[in-house]
């Protein structure tokens, strides 16, 4: 006996159900959307939409060192961390990093390690003071952040270390957010 679910059609599949609909389609399948398919995963494993180990920038004048390992690539809303680096040949009596208001702008900044013993905002820069560093010893300063929604496309600024108000080095620091 056959079950019925509705008027038969003339070929003897219920209604609705065709030879085309079970063997599919006799074009075989479509090349555009495989192709961009695998173009999509060939740029995520290349790198191009983040998710890459961040690389160290480094900028070096009169004994001083500044390393600054960011990404370069983030997604929006993407939580992210940056740790910069000074080391100097000679004391500094109050090292002070400096991060441009430009390279923070639409971003939140959850935690600092170690924290500044004093900071302060002064011609376009947030700037933590660390006290003095001994001749040939290094500060590593640990920055976590967070991508907000409205930054689109990327951002870019100046890290600097100052020796109070004299500048001692600084580096370019730019960052590309995809959605």
């Known amino acids: 006996m056959k079950a019925e679910f509705g008027p038969a059609d003339p070929e003897g599949y219920p209604n609705g159900i065709s030879q ?4 599919g389609s006799r074009r075989g399948p479509r090349a555009v959307p495989l192709l961009l398919l695998c173009a999509l995963m060939a740029a995520g494993l290349a790198g191009a939409l983040g998710g890459q180990p961040s690389p160290v920038v480094r900028s070096s ?21 940056t740790v910069i680096e000074v080391r100097s040949r000679q004391p500094v009596d109050d090292l002070v990093i400096a991060v441009s208001d430009q390279l923070w702008r639409d971003m939140t900044i959850n935690t600092m390690i170690p924290a500044a013993s004093e900071e302060s905002y002064k011609q376009g820069f947030h ?3 660390f006290g003095k560093l001994d001749a040939g010893e290094a500060l590593r300063f640990k920055i976590d952040g967070q991508v907000n929604p409205p930054l689109f496309a990327g951002t870019r600024g100046e ?21």
Do not use: C, W
């Open 159 to 179: 890290i600097a270390a100052y020796d109070g108000d004299r500048k001692l080095v600084g580096t370019q620091v730019s960052m590309r957010v995809l959605p």
């Open 20 to 23: 085309r609909n079970i063997a």
């Open 127 to 129: 700037r933590f003071s």
């Open 61 to 81: 004048h009169d004994g001083t060192t500044l390393s600054v390992k960011a990404p370069h690539i983030l997604r929006n809303g993407l939580f992210f961390e």
